[in-house]
């Protein structure tokens, strides 16, 4: 048989890659370990990989077998290792840095986004006030036009205003029934006309009797007789045309009349009723002329007079008023006294709870800033000052009392720092911003460049 000479395959070491990127996205979803960690194996794995196999003949035909399943399982071996790795980068020195010089994933969208932009905010200065220590008492609003009409005359009811219904001062609030009392006008008017007709009678019989008493022919007491004739008759007359006034005035009462501008509140009687001299028929309130009435300790007395600077809230609204009646007159049960301020400017529906702010001490001076700067939090209030960097810096706040649309506060804060009023909500500390101007054209212009 011809001799078979066996060759020895040629045995060649794989070749060591320059660079193997990994996608960020075959990372595993568990926890990364450590460069520190992976790094021994690493290196391990690609000093094997690179290490020229020995070419004796003992080992060629094992080397040769092996050589190309041991290339598949470094590159293997070295994926499994950069996904783990993920974001990392290694360095390698020596003979491995020849074949692996650096990993490096590529770069995300997040780091090629641009920069957020400045918050845009409005702001407003911290400013230096008097505050006024106020005791609140509960007050409400009454109307200092507020009546309960009744009839004058006696009689049936014809016609009646509507509640709801708005009337001027002069205009018919209720007809009664007047029948009768024209009845009795007419019969007191005849009256008059007949002593009107005896009383011109008797004043030309006493002129006759004048006449024949010069000549001497009627005595004295007959001439004074007639002149008491009608002098009695004359007063007849007048007593007539008197209780024909007092007719005349009922027919007029018979009808009620607005006493003042208001609108019907209340009804107390209905068409067709028959009401006597005094009965209630409706209340009438006037809406325009209102004032506020409140009721206040004994001990502050020596504060309150007449003029006295306090403070109105209607809900979260304050308003400074003036005192304009002062009522030094205590309850002994309650210890308390009235209060009556007039309420101009302020529209309120008659009844309007109120709460009544009354000094207790002299004003302080305290550091204020407008109650919508606060932000109010489980732990604690703070408000966000605009440094000189335009940056949004917190400072911790106490709050304390309030003043219309200004709150007093107690912190790191000096008179004439910008602190954000809208807008603060969201912001975080260290924060750019952008103030508002006055000129909304010019943020406007400002944001669009």
Known sequence: MPRTTRRSPRSHGPRPPKALLLSAEHAPPHPLPTVTAIEPAVTAAIREAITPAVPTPARASAAARSARPRRGRLALALATVLAVIGGGVIWLTGDESSALAQVQPPATAAAA????????????????????????????????????????????????????????????LAQLDRAAAELAAAEQQARIGRLRVEAEQAERQLARYRQLGDAGHVSGLQLDEAESGLAALTAQRVEAEAALAQIHLQIERARLLAPFDGVVVERFAADGEMLAAGAPVLRLVDTADLEVRARAPVALASSLRAGSKVELRVGD?????????????????????????????????????????????????????????????????????????????????????????????????????????????????????????????????????
């Open 317 to 449: 609204v304050s308003h400074p008023l003036s005192l304009g009646t002062v009522v030094p007159v205590g309850d002994e049960v309650s210890r308390q006294l009235e209060l009556r301020l007039p309420l101009h400017g302020l529209s309120l529906p008659v009844g309007t709870a109120l709460e009544l702010g009354l000094p207790t001490a002299a004003a302080r001076e305290v550091l204020a800033v407008p109650r919508d700067a606060v932000v109010l939090r489980r732990e604690g209030n703070h408000v966000l000052r605009v440094d000189a960097d335009s940056q949004a810096e917190r400072v911790a706040v106490e709050v304390g009392e309030r003043h219309g649309d200004f709150v007093e506060v107690r912190g790191a804060l000096a008179a004439g720092d910008r602190i954000i009023v809208r807008g603060a909500e969201r912001l975080r500390e260290g924060q750019t911003v952008a103030v508002l101007s006055a000129e909304p054209d010019a943020d406007l212009a400002a944001l669009l460049r």
């Open 113 to 172: 986004a641009p920069a957020a932009p400045p918050a845009v905010v409005s702001v407003a200065e911290v400013q230096r006030m008097e505050f006024l220590p106020l005791s609140w008492v509960s007050a409400s609003v009454h109307s200092r036009g507020d009546a309960r009409l009744a009839a004058e005359v006696g009689g049936r009811v014809l016609s009646i205003a509507d509640v709801g219904t708005r009337l001027r001062r002069g205009e018919p």
